[in-house]
């Protein structure tokens, strides 16, 4: 099979960004193509011949070096594939339409499973980061953790679903917004541009404020339905009862922070900040204002975001990249090139 292999984190270079991990080789194109026999599948797995899956910035936070992984590696954790074949145990999901999300696999049996919480699992192991992922024409999925997907639906869109649109649902159900109030989207890339629809689905009478950089998503955020897109830097019309940071950097912590309104809460929905978070108490946090932060995703949030698409489906904007195009949509994630969200395609 074809596939797109990490040997060693690196560095991706942009033209135009300065160079931050002099330790780390500087490479425009950390992944290799290579030609690999397909995996076979052991019991409990499933073997998928995958139709798409969608470039996340994990994955470049994993080439990197910010998150650990497994080398060599397979990247890609938002996989959408037919079973074609499947290890003892799980034959019945031969010719079903699976997608693959960020938890590959939980123990069951730890305290943090045991109160529900297998997101927070002990043994917590990561699709395309600790088991290989789906940037490649074939993937091996554990039957327990893929989840059900409709036919007639392109591929390209539903792949986002799985990790931006997912995790985005757990973040938005963490910041919970009330009927009438104001969300405040910080960043405005492939999970906040589900997450806006989202929220607008399940508040209607919300009101959601987006401060991003680039000029391209605000008009995005506003076709959308952002009440105001407005730079980081500029005041919204009014305090925030939520927040919701999809940022990479430390900066927009302490800038929700203080536009939130007494009681408010933030939500971190990045996996690893690359600068600094800066808070002064009386400043930012004073007023029991609050901060939490998103850590991986459940089965249930996976499935009760793909029950709520099916009610009111989402317009995810697709940027399309072929197999072999993997290291360019790394350096498009980084550069902030991507309007919506990147999706690779092997075929």
């Not at 560095?11 to 950390?30: A, I, N, Q, S, T």
């Not at 049996?109 to 297998?118: D, H, I, M, P």
């Not at 302490?254 to 002064?280: F, S």
């Amino acid at each position: 099979m074809r596939a797109m292999l990490l040997r060693e984190r690196a560095e991706v270079k942009v033209e135009g960004l300065p160079r931050r991990y002099p330790e780390l080789p500087w490479r425009e194109d950390p992944l290799e193509p290579v030609d690999l026999p397909a995996p076979e599948p052991g019991g409990g797995q499933v073997l998928l011949r995958v139709e798409a899956c969608g470039a996340c910035y994990t994955d470049l936070d994993i080439v990197e070096g910010r998150v650990g992984c497994k080398l060599p590696l397979i990247l890609g954790h938002q996989i959408v594939g037919r079973v074609v074949e499947a290890g003892p145990g799980a034959e019945g999901l031969v010719g079903a339409r699976v997608g693959v999300a960020w938890i590959a696999w939980a123990c069951g049996t730890c305290k943090f499973c045991g109160r529900g919480l297998e997101n927070l699992c002990e043994r917590f192991r990561a699709t395309g980061c600790d088991v290989d992922g789906g940037y490649a024409e074939y993937a091996i999925a554990y039957a327990d953790f893929v989840h059900p997907l409709p036919e007639g639906v392109e591929a390209e869109r539903l792949a986002p679903l799985l990790c931006a649109g997912a995790v985005g649902y757990r973040a938005l159900r963490l910041a919970d917004p009330p009927d009438g109030g104001r969300l405040g989207l910080f960043g405005f890339g492939s999970s906040a541009h589900i997450v806006i629809q989202l929220a607008r689905a399940l508040r209607p009478s919300l009101e959601v404020y987006v401060f991003t950089r680039s000029a391209e998503h605000r008009r995005l955020a506003l076709e959308l339905g952002a009440d105001w897109a407005g730079h980081p830097s500029e005041d919204p019309p009014a305090k925030l009862d939520c927040a919701i940071d999809f940022t990479p950097v430390g900066e927009t912590v302490a800038r929700a922070m203080e536009l939130l309104d007494r009681g408010g809460r933030l939500v971190i929905n990045a996996i690893r900040k690359q600068t600094p978070v800066v808070l002064d108490y009386a400043r930012h946090m004073w007023e029991e204002r609050e901060v939490r932060s998103v850590a991986n995703v459940s089965r249930e949030d996976v499935r009760g975001l793909i029950r709520l698409a099916a009610r009111s489906p989402p317009r995810i904007s697709v940027q399309r990249y072929r197999l072999e195009e993997a290291n360019r949509a790394l350096r498009d994630l980084k550069a902030a090139r991507v309007v919506g969200s990147p999706v690779i395609v092997p075929t």
